[in-house]
């Protein structure tokens, strides 16, 4: 009784503000034509955006979890990247 | 919803695990934070939340059948597309928390197999008919009503994905619960036959409703565990209590009066005190003695094999459009 399995895709959209497409969830379908007009009916019912990209799962590389700290916490401790860290006089005016 | 009702006991943890990393998950959950589905988690974090995200999922498909049972005969063309449009969204709530469980290893396929082998559950509320039209506002009131009481904590669990779903669901939810309540207010403004019909609805699915929050804190032993990995914030009666508390005082506005001679109103407490729920039809009816359980099954069934020519079809084409490509980039 097991069915074979349907690709599964990530569903990005683009809000109507002219935001970036922005990840909303996942769907299963059998090819992109199909992931797209699944990812209409399923994610934009409301108007929630005006542009649809999927991508398949299985073509997406993800950071591994354990890296988390090597990968992420040496930008803690960099406070100089941030323009708060600079001093201007206020005499000069915004910056 | 549902998933709470049902997911009464959590997994015993059977090998001994990393103590660390148990403290480490632990801690992260206390602190807040969201667990995503490749950190390291317990099997029996894992475990409780695919049962719980899965029968949450079936809940929302089987939950259309009782609904889907009346768009055809919709009183007017406005409460039909409103109808079409919630038992729509309840697919896509299905769909939004089968994807959620699948972040956690399993498959669609499998899952949807568990229900149609009648191995997995849904809340017990959906194996109740709908004889009239006033049912489907009842159902949106209160059916819906109960579901956004339970949801709403759901959207802090600590399973990212899970708690993002239903974010969605929530916010998708408040018009269904609004529909349902205007068919029964226009209902009960109406003639005396309406009236007496909304009257009726409301009487056969006021118990059920609160049947969904599952069974008394005294005898749900095992909460303890999903309450420490913060999949739940509030206990059954205390949500049971909260959806009493604030439905009373809508069905009084309907002019209706709830079919339970024991409700009255404790000052003191300002709570609304409420008689003893029959909870041997609630076991009845989970057990799948209810009165449409074999129903639903059937045509969950039905749907799902009528459907099995679509999806070949559409697996066909797109090996045949691989293919195609492939031959083309071939001959370039
Ligand atoms: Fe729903
Ligand atoms: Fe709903």
Redesign the interface.
Known sequence: ??????P?WEVFIRSRTGLAHKHV???????AT?AVQAAR??YT??GEGNSVWVVPSSAIT?S??NDKGMMFDPADSKVYRHPTFYEVPDEVGHM | MYAQSLNQQVEGTTAPEDAEAAARFQARVDAEERI?P???MPAAYRRTLVRQISQHAHSEIVGMLPEGNWITRAPSLRRKAALI?KV??EC?HG??LY?AA?TLGV????L??EL??GKAKYSSIFNYPTLTWADIGAIGWLVDGAAIMNQIPLCRCSFGPYS??MI?VCK?ESFHQRQGYEIMLTLARGTAAQKVMAQDALNRWWWPCLMMFGPPDAQSQHSDASTRWKIKRFSNDALRQKFVDATVPQAHFLGLTLPDPALRFNEATSHWEFGEIDWTEFKQVLAGNGPCNRDRMAARRAAHTSGDWV?EA??A??AK?RARSAAAAGAA
């Open positions: 009784m097991s069915t074979p399995t349907t599964l969830g996942s769907l299963h379908a059998a090819d199909l009916d399923l019912r409301r993800a591994d979890p | 995503e490749n950190d390291w449009a729509q969204d896509g769909m939004y994807a699948e498959t669609r396929e499998q949807v197999d149609l082998a993002r779903a969605r998708e999806r559409a697996q084409y797109a459009e």
